[in-house]
Structure formats: C-alpha cells, structure tokens
C-alpha cells in the first residue's frame, strides 16, 4: 500500500493506492498518527486506487476511525472500488464508517 | 552445504563489477555456465554503488583497481550502511598481494577471488555464500514473522485486563480498593485476572496463573480468561467454577504444568470469601499486628480450600500468582511460609499502603531474591476501606 | 499498574553474542611443526580455545565431544585425509553447517574443486598469511554464531507452535462426529489449512436436538497466532451456548455480544452459521459479512450464491442479522468457504466468488461428491499461493 497526503483548506485528503494487508500495519500506525495530528476535522481517505483490502486491513480502517473519533475528527472512505467496495459492502461497515460514493 | 544446494540460489542477482570489459564477460560466462541466471555488470565504483542502491543484488563480485570509486572504498562504503551489512562480497585479488588481501578483509570483504580466476572456484565460492544469505534470510524472516504474531498476542494478553476505572466503582461499592501490579515477561505472560459484578450483588475477583510458557499456554490462559468470564456473573458455587477450571485445563495440558486459580467473591457487606485451588502459594493478610498467612488449607486438585476474611478498615490482604512466591521453586509450607510472610512483612514497612506499596514490595522481593528479575508476575492487594 | 519487560526472551539472552575468540577451535594437521606454527597463530589472534587432531581418523573421534565451531583442516595426512574428513561431516547433520577452513599446499584448481565438492566452506593456499586466516576465521565464527541464534529462535518456537497446531485442529469436530451426519442422508467434506502455524479460521457442525444439522464457518481477521487466539476464544464460548431452540440469526447476535466484550477494537470475525433441514430442503442461515454461499441445483448450469451481507462480529454491540434461505434439495450441493478462496491471487487479477463458483462447477462435473473437495483444492493451489488461511466446507445430499 501507497498513500499521499493532501491538505486542503478544510480537510485532509489522503490517496491510497495498491493493497492494504497485514503488511501494512506500520505504515497505517503512521498514517492515523500523522491524521489524528492534522487540524482539519475532516480527514477522507481517497481510496478510488485501492486495489484490495484483506480483513487486517478491514480492521485497521476501523481503528483509523476508532482513534480519529476519539480526537473529535470524521474519517470518510471515499469512493470504494472493485473488491474493497465489494468487501465493505458484504460486510455493511457502511453503518460503521462514513462512505462516499 | 553441497548437499543441500537449492535450485533458488541460481535465481538470486549477482553483479559483476570490473572496469576491463574482458573479465566482466569471462566471470559472467563461467557463472552462467554454472546456472547462474541473473548476472549484471557494472563498469566501475560509481555505477557499481548506483545500481546496488537501484535494486540490491545478492551478491557482488568486485574488483580492486578501478578508476574513481576504487574497489576497497566501494567495500567500505557498503558496509558504513546497515542495509547492506549482509551482502556478500566477493574481492578478486592476486595471490601474490597479501598486502591487498589483507586490506580487503580489513574494508569488510567477505571473501577473497583469486586472480587469475578458476572457474570452479569461483563458482564454489559463490554458491556456498549465496546457500548461506537465503538460510539466513529465511531464518530472518521466520523471527520477523513469529516476533510479530506474537507481539499482537501479548497486546492482547494486555487487553485481558480489567479497565482500572471500572475496578474502581465495582470495588468501591464492597469497600475495598484494589491496587495491581501485572508485568508481563518477555515469553508471553502466564497470569491473567478479573473481576465481574456477580447476579446476587458484590463481585467475583479471580487470577489464574498458567505455569509453563509459550503459545500453548497463552492459548490456555485465554480459553480460560474466556469460560470464567462466562461463567463468573451467575457463579454461585465458586469450588464448581474452580473444578470446570481446572477440568478445562486439564483437557490439554500435560499434568505436570498445572494452573492454579484463586477467587474471591466480595460481598456489599464487606466480606471477602476466598476460593483458592491447589499450588497456589500462601496468601498474605496484613493486620496491625503485621503481616501473617492466610489459614487457609489449599485442595490437592481443585479447590476445596476455603475461608471467609473479615478486614478491619486499612488492613489488607495480598493475593499474587505462583511464581510471585516460588519462581520455580516448590510452594513454600510450613516454616518457609513464615519465613515468607515476614519478607513481605519487612518489605511492606510499618506504614499504611499507598499506591507506591506494590512497586516497594516487588523490588524488596527481588532484591531478596525470592522473584527472579523480569520474571512475570501478577499482585493484587485488597485494602479495607 | 501494568508493567511490560523489554527485553529480548530468555533464550536469546543465553545465546547472547559471544566473542568469536571464545570460539572452540579444531586444528587437524599431521606435521607438528605446521601445527604448532597454527595454534601459535590462533593464540597470537586471540583464541584460547584450541583443540589439535594428528590426522583425520583422530579428528573424526574428536569432533562429536570437543565440539568444535570451526575445524581448521589440512588435505594429505595418513590414515584418513582431508577430502574425506569432508565428506563425512558433511554427510553427518549434525555436523552439516560446521564452518570446514581447508588449508593446504597443494595449489592445483583440482585441489580446490575437490576440497569444495567433498564439503569445504573456504580454503587458503599455503604459505599461510596470518592477518588472512584470522580474518576468515573471524567471518566464518560470526556467521556460524548469527545462524545458531536463528535457528535456536526457531527450533525453540517450532516445538511450542507444533503443539499449539494440534491444539487448533482439536478444536474442530472429530471425524466421528462428521460421519454421523451420514446418517441424514448428508455427505460432508472438509478442508482446513492455516496460512501458517496457526490461524484464524474455525468450523464447526452439531446434529441439533430435532435432527437438523447445524453448521458454522468462522474466519477471524488476520491470521497466525492472534488469530488463533480468537478462535479458542470462540469455541469455548460456543461450548457453552444453548443450541435449543436454535435459530440463526438469534444465535449470531448473542455470539456478536459475547465477542464485541472480548476482542479488541479493530478484531473482527465474519460468520456463517445456517442449518440443514433436509424435510424442507432449505438450508437456513444468518451470516456476518462471510463470503457468499453457493449451491449447486441439480438441472442447474451454474450454481446460486445466497446473499450473506452483514457486519462482522466484534465490531458493533447490538448488531442485527437477516434470516436468509437457500433451497438444498436431494442432489444439492452446499459450498462454504473462507475469503482466501476468492480473494486469491492469479498474477495481477483476484480470482473472485464468479471465479471460484466457474472452478468448483468445473470440478464437480468431473468428480462424485467424495472427491470434489480434494480436486477443487488442487485447482486452487494450482492457481497460486495461498496467503489467508483457507477453510473449505462441503454439504452434499444424497438424491
């Protein structure tokens, strides 16, 4: 997994790209640390280029939100695609985390 | 090593760095005709450090006299960089030079190629030190793999405990406070405990501690961290609770590594009715007097020991998992238990408990000898209010 | 107060980093003075350890009680000599990564190849250059220390991992218990396989009260031992569930309460657990976020995928769960399967649910009921590697 980070004026937008798996447990610490201390309340993760997420990857999109809420900030997937749209769809996190489509 | 050659070595990347085209071509050809697939050149020190940083080869063959970046400062260089500290490298140098070869290993070569090269040499050389970079690094990735699994696992072990709010308000409502002490060893912990409110009112304190070590214990502690908090809110015969422990336990574990648990049902009134099951080492009572052994009668197998406690306001009673008191050693009984309760005793000190009392009764111990240094233990002290 | 200990596990302190002059080393070679110049040379580079052996037969005696870490070796020596001290360590495994320093006169490239082929790890030419030989030594008694810590580290886990295994695979019901569904008029196959050691995946089956057959697939997110850890969890709380009377979807939001007090934020399980009833042909079930599953009609080309959209356990206290219904008449065929079935990687394209359903049809064609399974499982495995751990279920009923 890629991502990129953008600030804008009222929120942060990060682009993900590739797979977000098991692997990527050090790189997602950093990315919701990196998040949590940004100022906009709004943080949407761009995920229009994420190929895959398997179900540590599921979980750490829930902690992201989990740590994001705790510092008062909103976290929105934004435009899910192929088998990461599918999988959150089957699994009807969209009750649990904001997505834009 | 020859008998274990694997085919995988012929796939790993060797780059050949000489500034004569000649020799480039004479040591690519003899290691191709050896099975080696993926050779790459590079034309002096500058182009051979460039392409390393590009795409890290498994092996580098590196000549010694090269205009710019000489051989020896290219030698140097990968080794001032921790990536690199493993990558084998191969110097070619004359017989004769011991002056060079000297310099070589000194710069942090890995090995010596003799000039003029011997084609089998080199190739024996080469694939005795590619057979042994993939055992390391298949070494390497099987610690990297389990050092994770089980780092998550012992985040977990973490999570098993009680949330130090919520002990609070249930303790508080049977005029105790609690102050715990956990720490985890660095093999995964083996005591767990907690505290449920119980159906009739009060709550129900429990610690089990599960001797041995590793992930079949882990797994243990947390297959029974599991039944007891299904089973604690409704428990109204704690010995029943204590057998399906230790029958649960039993199931598969080898006899010879027993667990032992201990509950306390604590009542709004005050009153503390402890259950302890066999090898658990003597519980502490604190009185003004100062401290004594719990009497109480451990069962052999599962616990028929038994006994209502009544603190007076400020005394407290220390319940700790095994290895608190025996680090290995036999329970202690009779006179050693004494000797034991006037360790704590002394350790404890005259005033009354504060948050700091664990922490002074731990390093006592440990200085005392009686817990080993970073061995895992757990402590709960129950302090009448 | 919880307090967590830093430090490396006991057994990588006891296999700490020794200096590599604390190193024992064999010197074999048959000329005395050759031989003493050696030690000399090792004491002088700080060795103290120093065994000697005459010749190779004397060496061969040696090697098993002194222990050597490295044997310094010469080639012609009477009685035994060096290429074949080679090979007949190289051929005894316990002596298979023993750094083997061949030193010798004799400078022809055959020589060389010869002490290389019979199992020589380097080989110096004499006369001996001493800054040389130490150096090599060094490298040699370094490299040896940093692999016997790795394989300490992993001979040391993979003793407890091999028993923590068979923990696991005790947790799934026992053959006879699978067989006894035979007597529903029910064939059910089953394949189980960690993506390592241990993994998250469970499964489970009961003949409930009223004869029907109840069935559960559990996969936990992530996988190796964490993973694991949750499905001990799982099992027991199942042990102790009523199953009377037993309905899905309340079944599944009682699990769901049971788990979200027990896992941490960010552990989840998606869970299919449905019931045969063969009376009715319908197989009944409530699932959380598991893959689809799929049946095979017989007439039917193509099989059917039953909806199985919902959130996972762990996730949400108070979740809710939608009974579903999937027809399973005689001659029907129900597929359970963990995500590592579809979400396999074929090159750059995931296989996906149609993907699986197109290979599955394919198998079924070919093959009766009792070997599906084993023949579908090739097919996956020939497609790819394997990264999550994989159950596979399979429910046929008789015609």
């Not at chain 2, 274990?4 to 990347?13: E, G, H, K, N, Y």
């Not at chain 2, 990558?87 to 010596?112: I, K, Y």
């Not at chain 2, 006899?255 to 009134?269: H, I």
Request: charged share 25%; glycine share 8%; with cysteine.
């Amino acid at each position: 997994m890629n991502y990129r980070i953008e600030q804008r004026e009222h929120e942060v937008a990060v682009e993900i790209s590739g797979r977000l798996t098991f692997n990527d447990h050090a790189k997602v610490r950093a990315l919701i640390e990196e998040l949590s201390n940004s100022a906009p309340l709004r943080q949407v993760l761009d995920v229009r280029q994420l190929e895959f997420v398997d179900s540590t990857g599921m979980g750490m999109l829930l902690i992201a939100r989990e740590e994001l809420a705790k510092v008062a900030k909103t976290l929105v997937l934004y435009q899910p695609q192929g088998q990461v749209k599918r999988v959150l769809t089957v699994a009807e996190l969209d009750g649990v985390i904001t997505i834009e489509n | 090593m020859v008998a274990r050659t694997q085919a995988s070595i012929f796939d790993c990347a060797i780059l050949v760095v000489d500034d004569t085209e000649f020799n480039r071509s004479l040591i690519a050809a003899m290691l191709r005709r050896a099975g080696f697939t993926r050779i790459h050149h590079a034309t002096d020190g500058v182009d051979a450090l460039q392409q390393i940083a590009e795409s890290p080869p498994d092996l580098v063959i590196l000549d010694i006299m090269m205009p710019g970046i000489n051989g020896f400062e290219v030698c140097r260089r990968l080794r001032g960089n921790p990536a690199y500290a493993d990558l084998p490298v191969l110097v070619q140098t004359a017989l004769s030079d011991s002056e060079d070869r000297n310099r070589a290993f000194a710069e942090g070569t890995t090995d010596l190629i003799t000039k003029p090269i011997d084609r089998n040499e080199l190739v024996a050389r080469v694939r005795i030190h590619l057979e042994n970079r993939r055992l390391i690094r298949d070494l390497k990735i099987y610690r990297a793999r389990l050092e994770a699994e089980l780092a998550l696992v012992r985040d977990m072990f973490e999570h098993l405990l009680p949330d130090p709010e919520h002990v609070d308000g249930l303790l508080r409502r049977c005029g105790i406070r609690l102050r715990s002490m956990t720490r985890f060893g660095a093999d995964l912990g083996g005591s767990v405990w907690g505290l449920a409110p119980l159906a009739e009112g009060g709550c129900g304190l429990w610690l089990l501690e599960m001797r041995g070590a590793g992930v079949t214990m882990a797994l243990n502690a947390f297959r029974m961290h599991t039944l007891i908090n299904d089973r604690l809110e409704t428990v109204d015969d704690p010995i029943a609770l204590l057998r399906e422990v230790h029958d649960g336990v039993g199931e598969s574990r080898a006899p010879d590594d027993p667990a032992s648990m201990l509950l306390a049902r604590l009542t709004p009134d005050g009153g503390i009715v402890l259950v302890v099951s066999g090898g658990n080492p003597p519980l502490l009572r604190r009185r003004s007097s100062g401290v004594t052994n719990l009497d109480i009668v451990a069962g052999a197998v599962a616990g028929e020991g038994r006994v209502v406690v009544d603190l007076a306001p400020g005394e407290w009673l220390l319940l700790y998992s095994g290895s608190v008191a025996t680090d290995g050693q036999p329970v202690p009984r009779g006179e050693a238990c004494q000797q034991w309760a006037a360790l704590v005793d002394r350790a404890a000190g005259a005033t009354d408990a504060d948050d700091g009392s664990l922490s002074r009764i731990v390093a006592a111990l440990e200085s005392a000898g009686a817990i080993a240094a970073g061995r895992d233990i757990c402590l709960l002290m129950l302090e009448r209010l | 107060m919880t307090v967590r200990i830093e430090s490396p596990s006991r057994l990588d302190l006891s296999n700490g980093d020794r200096a590599p002059e604390a190193a024992a080393i064999l010197v074999v070679e048959d000329n005395e003075i050759n031989r003493q110049v050696l030690i000399a040379l090792l004491r002088r580079g700080g060795f103290s350890n120093i065994g000697f052996a005459v010749d190779g037969t004397e060496a061969l005696a040696l090697i098993p009680e002194f222990q050597p870490d490295l044997v310094l070796l010469d080639l012609m020596m009477p009685r035994l000599d060096g290429f074949d001290v080679c090979r007949r360590l190289r051929a005894d495994p316990r002596f298979h990564d023993l750094p083997i320093l061949v030193q010798s006169s004799m400078k022809r490239s055959e020589d060389r190849s010869r002490a290389f082929d019979a199992g020589a790890t380097d080989y110096v030419t004499k006369p001996i250059n001493a800054l040389e030989l130490l150096a090599r030594i060094r490298i040699h008694l370094q490299n040896r220390a940093l692999v016997r810590r790795l394989q300490d580290y992993r001979q040391h886990h993979e003793t407890d991992l091999a028993l923590a295994r068979n923990m696991q695979l005790r947790l799934l019901p026992p053959a006879a218990r699978q067989d006894e569904v035979r007597r529903l008029g029910l064939r059910l196959t089953s394949h189980f396989a960690p993506s390592s050691e241990l993994g998250g995946d469970f499964w489970d089956l009961r003949i409930l009260p009223d004869g029907r057959l109840a069935v559960w697939l559990v996969d936990f997110s992530g996988h190796g031992v964490g993973a694991a850890v949750n499905t001990f969890r799982l099992h027991t709380i199942l042990r102790r569930m009523a199953m009377a009377p037993f309905d899905p979807v309340g079944h599944l939001a009682a699990l769901n309460e049971k788990l979200c007090g027990l896992l941490q934020f960010g552990q989840f399980a998606t869970v299919l657990v449905g019931v045969v009833d063969c009376e009715s042909g319908q197989f009944s079930y409530a699932s959380a976020g598991a893959p689809p599953p799929l049946v095979w009609v017989p007439g039917d080309d193509t099989p059917r995928f039953g909806n199985s959209a919902g959130l996972p356990i762990g996730i949400r206290s108070g979740a809710t769960y939608q009974a579903r219904q999937i027809p399973l008449p005689p001659g029907g065929r129900l597929l359970l399967y963990s995500d590592a079935a579809s979400e396999l990687w074929c090159g750059s394209a995931m296989l996906g649910e149609d993907g699986l359903a197109r290979i599955a049809t394919e198998a079924g064609a070919q093959v009766p009921d009792d070997r599906f399974l084993s023949v579908l499982v090739d097919r996956l495995a020939e497609l790819g590697p394997m990264s999550d751990d994989l159950t596979l279920l399979v429910l046929s009923r008789d015609t």
